[in-house]
């Protein structure tokens, strides 16, 4: 069953640390490219980061560069979003999604509507 699951979600202080992790199944990321989106209450669903299938190539939102840090192990089926010096616009849920080849980005910025599979979502909050 082709299926997504986050973890890593929590409550860090302002410019600390979260590491997000997302498990693949039934699929390959050599195959398919994973992103990275999160929605705030009231906002959009808005992409983050994306790591491309063939090369491993990523991408990132303007909002997070210098910051978040996608990374995979393809081996065993997982990616990841590092997160450093969270700040107070980056609680949201987090999802990670899929879509077969590379990444679907608009402006380096992960395109919703590109992306066909999608996990439950993990909660980041960002309070002192």
């Known amino acids: 069953q082709v299926q997504l699951v986050e973890s890593g979600g929590g409550l860090v202080q302002p410019g600390g640390s979260l590491r997000l992790s997302c498990a693949v199944s039934d699929f390959s990321l050599e195959n398919y490219a994973i992103a990275w989106f999160r929605q705030a209450p009231g906002k959009e669903r808005e992409g983050v980061s994306c790591i491309s299938s063939t090369d491993g190539s990523t991408y990132y939102t303007f909002s997070v560069r210098g910051r978040f840090t996608m990374t995979r192990d393809v081996a065993e089926s997982m990616a990841y979003l590092e997160m450093n010096a969270l700040e107070s616009e980056d609680p949201a849920v987090y999802y990670c999604?899929?879509?077969?080849?590379?990444?679907?980005?608009?402006?380096?910025?992960?395109?919703?509507?590109?992306?066909?599979?999608w996990g439950q979502g993990t909660q980041v909050t960002v309070s002192s």
């Open positions: 999604a899929a879509r077969k080849g590379r990444c679907a980005n608009v402006n380096s910025t992960p395109w919703r509507g590109a992306y066909d599979i």
